[in-house]
């Protein structure tokens, strides 16, 4: 068990640009999730995956965002036409099947925008 | 929709001291989970102790316990023998048992701990 593992881990890009995280949940982990973090608060929930099927996608998650799992194992997101505001660290969990299953983060994705 | 206040910005203790991190939040279910979160500085979260709501008795990981008022819907988290591998950001998280599995996280309290 390697645990949740992001690329990049920091990620520096110009207002405007399109820029793709990845993230590689827990082997035999069905459950993924993506959350925002920016600087002195909790992370926020963006989206979330069973398998393959995006279940649950949050206010925050623009147009601009997508994300997606296929074949159920690794995941992106992606932000297209980046802004300022979207500098924050991007937080990938996961968690195995059932109710009780608690999450396990990656170490995250921090994003810079100039 | 749920919510989760940590009222502590920042907290601090003497190393082998106690401390005590709050946490009150909101929701109209019966049933869900809350945990405790450590952040340290440029390091991934790590869970520290988890409660269900249905359980009465307190959890309790070695120096960490909790006291759980369901009624009064308040989950602190007490640090027995503080270390000074302790200091970390906390954050208080909310999750329903019914709606979705996302986790509804607090603002987060600094701990810092003094030698």
């Known amino acids: 068990d390697t645990g949740v593992s992001q690329d990049p881990r920091h990620k520096i890009t110009k207002r405007g640009q399109n820029v793709t995280f990845r993230c590689d949940p827990i082997s035999e982990h069905n459950r993924l999730y993506w959350y925002r973090q920016t600087l002195g608060q909790g992370p926020e929930f963006l989206t979330y995956f069973q398998n393959e099927a995006q279940l649950e996608k949050s206010r925050l998650l623009s147009d601009r965002f997508s994300a997606e799992r296929p074949k159920g194992s690794f995941s992106t997101l992606e932000i297209q036409r980046t802004e300022q505001g979207d500098s924050a660290m991007y937080l990938c969990?996961?968690?195995?099947?059932?109710?009780?299953?608690?999450?396990?983060f990656g170490p995250g994705t921090r994003l810079t925008v100039t | 929709a749920q919510t989760v206040t940590q009222s502590q910005p920042e907290m601090s203790v003497q190393e082998a001291e106690t401390v005590t991190l709050s946490c009150t939040y909101d929701t109209s279910e019966s049933d869900y989970y809350l945990f405790w979160y450590k952040q340290p500085p440029s390091r991934q979260m790590i869970l520290v102790i988890r409660?269900?709501?249905?359980?009465?008795q307190n959890a309790t990981e070695n120096r960490f316990s909790v006291n759980f008022q369901k009624a009064a819907k308040s989950f602190s988290l007490k640090i027995s023998d503080s270390q000074l591998g302790d200091a970390a950001m906390y954050f208080c998280a909310y999750r329903s048992m019914e709606y979705g599995n996302k986790l509804v996280f607090g603002a987060g309290t600094i701990l810092r701990v003094k030698s």
């Open positions: 969990a996961s968690s195995p099947p059932g109710l009780a299953g608690e999450q396990y």
């Open positions: 409660q269900e709501a249905y359980k009465q």
